[in-house]
């Protein structure tokens, strides 16, 4: 019995110890707080595949980002916010340049612990709208727009396509969302549209326990008959409205997906008459991208990623890359204003805060017509960047609008009043410490 | 040899009836309270502190809750994690009503409307019983999920639903928020679940234990010899409730620092029973056990299997994380229907006669 338990308590001690010890290289670490298991593995493993895939091309081809290899290290969240935050406690000590939630729940968290470990986080066009005001929240980013310019992109091109935003007047227009911080972060902002152009809003949330039965829903919407419907959907839940839709023969050309709800096997879901469902977009999908073929010659082709093959260039796995190109482009920034090669957590934040990827740059990084320049600054972590309209045909996604600016005169006022009520709500929020970074 | 009673002798009433009678059992708790107390916070770092000690203790704090209800009052209960959300959204209102008051204070004061609303849930135990209360005790857990997520006086109209954690202090020091100490967070929740471990010592030894105990093991003999089960039951239900909602605003405050009502779901309320049960019905010593089981093994296995040097993905780590504490809990369950704790209680009475085990 005492030998079991000397021997238990040793082999703890042994293990605990090791955990640490990891990673003291000279390398650049970036934790992707992932998910390939549970509800929401539907989305999360296009997104994880494309983002490790991207910078793993950058260590195979390059040899990292100014000579100094990238370490990325998965953690496992599942979508749920603790352990969420535990892979955040686990990684956060090795050095971590910056976080990607990938969840909102878990972005609410980490935002104000990031002021206080001093380690940026990186909400790629999801997490807290508000967070785009730089000087409220320094550490956390939301490039290149958030859900509050997402839902303003659609109501005005249902304004186009009405013929104005002002024929939006009695129109009833439907909102189906995951009951979560997610699904809720743009209903402040829909109501408001809706009293500004005197539409109407039904609500239809969806817990996320009950993401694959929908039907309750759906009857609603059947009941409701609004005249377009929007939807802020993550994981399980996307494929199976698509396919409610379609069995209640709701017009798809009226269907809105928030970008995050345009998975290629979302749309597949609903089979042939999934036709015409329209998601947002803020960057180009396929493979036939210089950057994306290095990734395949380096990474697939070498039987280093976990991606299948026909998945590769779809949508979910493209905004991966994007994601990544961001953190890539970041570190460059931060490298070239500091001088180091191998920077912290801090330098990462000013990289972020000073990151402009221009047309140039693009073209230079093999993704020219990927995407638009992105520019952050100091005041401004989002950038409010133009977006476009994607229509399912069938097999892929095709554009359906050119890139137009999403309601930023709208919106802009909105989340500075955001902004002052969250610091209001988590009084004593902490006044700005960090300076504005400037660029070199 | 080591662990017995002989030359023991005890001169006192007092001595014959504390609670840990053997001098053998004093020497092993001050240990464990020196371990608890002085190298834990010394040797373990932020995530150690911050991702296994605090939420193992909260979560034992819970199951400890959940362990008077079930297991020593005999009340299947499968809503623990809506008590623990009560306490939580109770502590989260008290705080935004009086932010200069003593979080600690505000967090204990929290149990009692968690007491409350468990006392009204446990109403219709007078009238059933076993799996049929369970069924009752899960129509709380929905209905009070509900009101999370539906009532949004709770979370002050936050826009994402979740309620975030403001900075608190407490006696000088700041206890929650992003900007608090682990060590802090740590040694609070430890005094607490401490000292609700060593109040429901010594309750269960009363009378008021007694009648619980009474009331499980065969209630209408209970009720014969003038035990009344009004307040038996609804005593445990407002105790059990109590020490859960304590837990659940541990929890909001001093480990995640925000939540959304998805935190305190079924599947909290199922993680916690399978605690008490895996550790012992019916025993304090148990409730430490199921949740060091259930909680730390599974952290250590994820994040210690990737520095074992085998490279594997992180949800392959999931995956086995999953089946490895799986097979455990079988095994375990097998091995001693009874829990872990009865396993530690064999193991002592053996030690007791060990190295003569037929002397």
Redesign the interface.
Known sequence: ?MLKKLALGAA?VA??G?????FAQESLYIPLL????GPFAGSGIPIANGMSDYLTMLNERDGGIGGVKLTI????T?YD??KG??CY??TK?NGALVYNPYS??IT??LI??A??DKVPILSMAYG?SAAAEGDTFPWVFNPPATYWDGLSAIIKDIGEREGGLDNLQGKKIGYIFL???YG??P??LLEQLAENYGFEVTQYPV???EMQNQSSQWLNVRRDNPDYMIMWGWGAMNPTAVKEATKIRYPMDKFYGVWWSGGDDDARAGGAQANGYRTLNFHGTGADYPALADIKEHVVDAGKS?VEGDKFGENLYNRGVYNSVLIAEAIRTAQEMTGKDVINAEDMRAGLENLDITEERIKEMGLEGFMRPVKVSCEDHSGHHEVYVQEWDGQTWVPASDWFSPMTDVVSPLLEA?AEEYVK????W?ERQVECASGS | MLYREAGQFKTSYAADQAVFPLREDRVGLVLTLLVAFIVVPVFA????L??IMIPFLIFACATIGLNILTGYAGQLSLGTGAFMGVGAYAAYKLTTFF?EANIILLVVVSGVFSAGIGIVFGLPSLRIKGLYLAVTTLAAQFFLEWCF?RIPWLY?Y?????I?V??REAFGVIAC???ADPLTRYFIVLCVTLAITFLMKNVIRGHIGRSWMMIRDMDIAAELIGIRPLYAKLSAFAVSSYICGVAGAMMVFFW?????P??F?ISLSFQILFMAILGGLGSLMGSYFGAAFLWILP??L???L???GIDI???T???LTFMITGALIIFFLIAEPHGLARLWQI?KE??RV?PFPYG
């Open positions: 019995m703890f293990m605990t090791m955990a640490a010890e990891a992932t998910y390939r298991t290290e998965e953690c496992e599942g916010t603790q935050v535990e406690e686990g000590g909102t729940g609410l968290q104000p612990k002021s206080v807290l009951d979560a911080g809720r972060e209903i402040p817990p996320g326990k976990q955001a709500s988590n009084a004593p902490p | 770092n932020d995530f150690f911050a991702s932010p997520i002050n936050n826009a994402s639903g979740a975030e403001p900075q928020g992003p900007a995640l620092g925000a939540a959304e998805s935190a779901s952290v250590l994820r994040f210690t990737p520095g074992l993905g992180a949800e780590v999931q995956h193991g053996k030690l060990w």
